[in-house]
Every structure is written in structure tokens, then in C-alpha cells.
């Protein structure tokens, strides 16, 4: 019997798993990136002081790498359908809590709680994608699954910028729980075949522990901490930078953050299609290159365009476009580690280096009084070079067939 990834072309079957893992991470992202956009009103309930505020900022992210913890290992060990939906169900209850929060702490401890569930969603969702879509299609596909964290963003900025000030941020929150409901439907979704067939006759610490995979996962661990800290210092503290640095109103902040998203829906629904064509590495390298030149534009040389309104939303949309080298890691990371350990070694990679930017906040702090809040884009420029410099450690990838191996 063959293989979902065996058929020349995606089926129905393929198209309902792709919308399974792409609502997952929409809506997994869209509850990482809310609170950015609500905090002023949580800040004017609760007068938090700027420890708190930013210990409650890196809360969700921190336990993103718990989540790919312990995700990546019940993808592994019960499947990549049962984690998506465990994760699913997690940061829904966390989002309801946060709705309900009395004050600070439990704030917190409720992001955190949504945070551990975010971190399921974009690993177990790439290695199903990865694992039953057609090898030759698999980077477009793996993009239109990553398309959920610019239009999660997105989401998150509509909701905070324009519903959030009608109804409250208590809100927000309560309706960002609610699409779990749907996800959780779709329990027809069929499991990945190719971890089905896959051998067990490994622990998943002997596997990642291998000379064949351990190396591997070193380099794509730096590869994604380099990515990771050039858009982590610059989407958590862009709505800040705009409105604080820049003197934009909380409208005209959200007005620009959309502008970078519309440039990054563009930006990951190309990459997949030009990495299928020209491979991963060289098609990332272009697009962190302008990344780079899309976040300088707007920090390092603001008084050349600020006076012209229009040239800063193009700029703020060329580094979202740049933000399409995300498109890139479902595909790749698919294609370098066995069926064995997928699950576990991509949730861990992406949520463990997204756990450290728990320190974006502080290092923003340690930054501005020197630099100026412009200074953290800067510094995420820099990150975007080293990136598109350390793609070239991994080997090319495109087009690999995938099978049932350890």
C-alpha cells in the first residue's frame, strides 16, 4: 500500500490536513502575539511595574519550550494528530483564564498555561504536513501552513488595535478561545501514515543522541536561534517601537503592523514555491537580505522616509516579506531527521529557541537607554545576516523523499 507522500498530486485528504495544521498554528500564534496588543489596557487595570510587565511579556514564550517538550514527545510516541489536538485544547483553557485573570500573577501563570500549548502546535502540524504531502510540493504546502503565524499576528493586531477598545481586553481573550472548538472537530483528520509505519525499536533520547542526527540538530538549533532573535526583537517590541519611539497612535500602530503582515503572508506563500524551485538555501539567504533591509530602513534611516508615510509601510512590508525564511524550517527540518524523532526534534528546536527569547524583553530593556528602542531592530538586522550566512552549515534538501526509517 503506498504512502500519502507518494501521490503525485495533493488529495482532499491533503487539503483537510493542511487546514487542520494551518488553523492550529493560526490560531496558536494569534494567542502568542495577543497580548502585545493589549497590554496598555492590562497596564491601566493593573499598574504593573516593569519587572512584572516584563516577566508577564516573556511568560507564554518562555513555556513555548516546555510545550515543544512535551509536544514533540507525544507527537512521537502517540501520534502527530493527538498532539495538535491536546496543544489545541491546552492553549484554550489558558486563553479562557487569561480572560478571567484578577490580577497580575494570574495573568501570568495563565499565559504561561497558554504558552505550554503553543508550543504543540507548529511541530506535530510540520511533520504531518511534511510526512504525507508529495516531496516535490512539500515546501509550498509546508508555507501555506506557516502563513498561520503572519495571519495569527494579524489577527492579534485586529482584535487588540480595533475590538479591544469596544469590548475590552477580557474579551479578546474569551473569543480567542473559541476556535479550539473547530480544531477539536476535526477529529477525522486522518493520522500521518508514514508514522504509522515507522519502526519503534528506539528510544527517541538514542535517536537524537545518534551521530547521524545529533550534529544536525546542533546546526539547525543555531540556524533557528539566529532566525528566532531577528524576528522576536522585532515583532514583540515593533508595536512598542512605533508607538513610543515613532509617536504613532494606537490606530497608526496597528495600521503598520499590518502592513508587515500583509508583506509576510506574501513573503511565506513565495518562499515555499521559490524553495521548491531554486532549494532551501539559497532562496532563505535572499530573504533574511531583506529582512535585514526592510528592519534598517525603518530604524537606522527613519529620517529618510518618515516624512512620507507611504515609503514606511512599504518598508515595514519588505521586512515581513523577509519573514517568509520561516517557510523554510516545516519543510527542512522534515526532510533532515527521521520519522523517529521529527516531531520531538522540530517542536524542540522552534519552541526551545523561542523559549529564549524570554530575554527579548530584557534585552530590549538593557538596550534602549544606550541605543534607543531602534536599537533592537538594529541588532535584529544583525541576526537576519548571521542567519542567512548559517543556512549554507545544512545541506540542501529540496525534493527528499521521506520514508518509514527510525
Same mark, same amino acid.
Given at each position: ?46 499598574? #504593573? ?5 516584563a516577566w508577564l511579556t516573556g511568560a507564554a514564550i518562555g513555556m513555548t519550550g516546555v510545550g515543544g517538550f512535551l509536544f514533540g514527545w507525544i507527537s512521537d510516541r502517540l501520534g502527530r494528530k493527538t498532539s495538535i489536538l491536546l496543544a489545541t ?18 495573568? +501570568?501563570?495563565?499565559? $504561561? ?21 508529495? /516531496?516535490? =510540493? ?5 508555507? !501555506?501552513?506557516?502563513? @498561520?503565524?503572519?495571519? $495569527?499576528?494579524?489577527?492579534?493586531? !485586529? ?14 481573550? /474569551?473569543?480567542?478561545?473559541?476556535? +479550539?472548538?473547530?480544531? *477539536? ?22 535517536? *537524537? ?14 540556524? =533557528? ?50 524553495s521548491d524551485r531554486l532549494g532551501r538555501r539559497v532562496t532563505f539567504t535572499l530573504y533574511s537580505a531583506l529582512m535585514a533591509l526592510g528592519l534598517i530602513m525603518f530604524s537606522v534611516f527613519w529620517p529618510l522616509i518618515a516624512g512620507t508615510p ?6 515595514? @512590508? ?5 519573514? $517568509?525564511?520561516?517557510?523554510?524550517? $516545516? ?20 519552541? *526551545? ?21 531602534? @536599537? ?16 549554507? =552549515? *545544512? #545541506? ?11
Amino acid at each position: 500500500m503506498s504512502l500519502l507522500n507518494q501521490s503525485q498530486r495533493p488529495t482532499g485528504t491533503h487539503i483537510a490536513i493542511l487546514l487542520f495544521a494551518w488553523g492550529a498554528w493560526l490560531f496558536g500564534f494569534h494567542s502568542l502575539m495577543l497580548l502585545s496588543f493589549v497590554i496598555g489596557p492590562i497596564r491601566a487595570q493593573f499598574s #504593573p511595574t516593569e519587572s512584572q510587565l516584563a516577566w508577564l511579556t516573556g511568560a507564554a514564550i518562555g513555556m513555548t519550550g516546555v510545550g515543544g517538550f512535551l509536544f514533540g514527545w507525544i507527537s512521537d510516541r502517540l501520534g502527530r494528530k493527538t498532539s495538535i489536538l491536546l496543544a489545541t485544547l491546552t492553549f484554550a483553557i489558558g486563553n479562557a483564564a487569561c480572560a478571567v485573570a484578577p490580577g497580575v500573577a494570574a495573568l +501570568a501563570a495563565a499565559r $504561561g498555561l497558554a504558552g505550554l500549548g503553543i508550543g504543540g502546535t507548529w511541530g506535530g502540524g510540520q511533520a504531518l504536513i511534511g510526512e504525507t504531502f508529495p /516531496a516535490a =510540493t512539500r515546501g509550498r504546502y509546508g508555507a !501555506i501552513a506557516q502563513t @498561520g503565524a503572519p495571519l $495569527g499576528l494579524g489577527l492579534a493586531a !485586529i482584535l487588540g488595535s480595533f475590538v479591544a477598545p469596544a469590548l475590552g481586553w477580557r474579551a479578546v481573550f /474569551a473569543l480567542s478561545a473559541l476556535p +479550539a472548538a473547530g480544531l *477539536l472537530a476535526m477529529r477525522a483528520v486522518p493520522e500521518s501514515d508514514l508514522w504509522r509505519a515507522h519502526p519503534r525499536d528506539r528510544s527517541i533520547a538514542q535517536v *537524537l543522541a545518534s551521530s547521524e542526527v545529533a550534529p544536525a540538530f546542533v546546526k539547525c538549533f543555531v540556524l =533557528t536561534c539566529f532566525n528566532m532573535s531577528n524576528y522576536w526583537l522585532a515583532v514583540v517590541w515593533l508595536p512598542r517601537y512605533l508607538r513610543e519611539s515613532r509617536g504613532l497612535t494606537e490606530s497608526g500602530s496597528g495600521w503598520a503592523t499590518l502592513a508587515f503582515v500583509a508583506g509576510a503572508v506574501a513573503g511565506y506563500l513565495s518562499f515555499g514555491i521559490v524553495s521548491d524551485r531554486l532549494g532551501r538555501r539559497v532562496t532563505f539567504t535572499l530573504y533574511s537580505a531583506l529582512m535585514a533591509l526592510g528592519l534598517i530602513m525603518f530604524s537606522v534611516f527613519w529620517p529618510l522616509i518618515a516624512g512620507t508615510p507611504r515609503l514606511v509601510l512599504i518598508f515595514l @512590508g519588505v521586512a515581513g516579506f523577509g519573514t $517568509g525564511t520561516w517557510s523554510s524550517f $516545516g519543510p527542512t527540518f522534515s526532510e533532515i531527521f527521521p520519522t523517529a524523532v521529527r516531531g520531538t526534534a522540530m517542536s524542540v528546536i522552534i519552541n *526551545l529557541t523561542r523559549g529564549i527569547q524570554f530575554l527579548a524583553p530584557v534585552v530590549i530593556a538593557a538596550v534602549a537607554p544606550r541605543w534607543g528602542m531602534a @536599537g533592537g531592530i538594529v541588532l535584529a538586522a544583525a541576526f537576519a545576516v548571521l542567519a542567512g550566512a548559517w543556512v549554507w =552549515t *545544512l #545541506p540542501e534538501t529540496r525534493g527528499r523523499a521521506l520514508v518509514p526509517t527510525a
